[in-house]
């Protein structure tokens, strides 16, 4: 699941000049430091997520910014959502 979400993170912002392989698992997806994602960058995310994953993401909120911190909270954020589905 890492390796799909980095590559859904660098089709969905259309990253050309980053490969996949280029982004840490555990570094920071937004801000001055990690990967330097901005807000437009969330939500073109959040939509892309949604579309592969069905996720549910209601509003922004302090939670969904934790989930969106990385890769890795990302992924957790994506397995507690498919438990949780009925």
Known sequence: ?????????????KLEDLSPDEIATDE???G???????????LELGVA???AFGLRIETVSDEV???FFSV???????????????
């Open 1 to 13: 699941m890492i390796r799909d979400l980095k590559r859904l993170i660098v089709d969905a912002l």
């Open 72 to 86: 890795a909270t990302l992924a957790a954020f994506i397995r507690s959502q498919r438990t949780a589905s009925p």
């Open 28 to 30: 920071p997806l937004f």
């Open 65 to 67: 910014k934790t989930h």
């Open 32 to 42: 001055d430091s990690g990967l330097g994602l901005d807000s437009i960058d969330a």
């Open 49 to 51: 997520l949604r579309k």
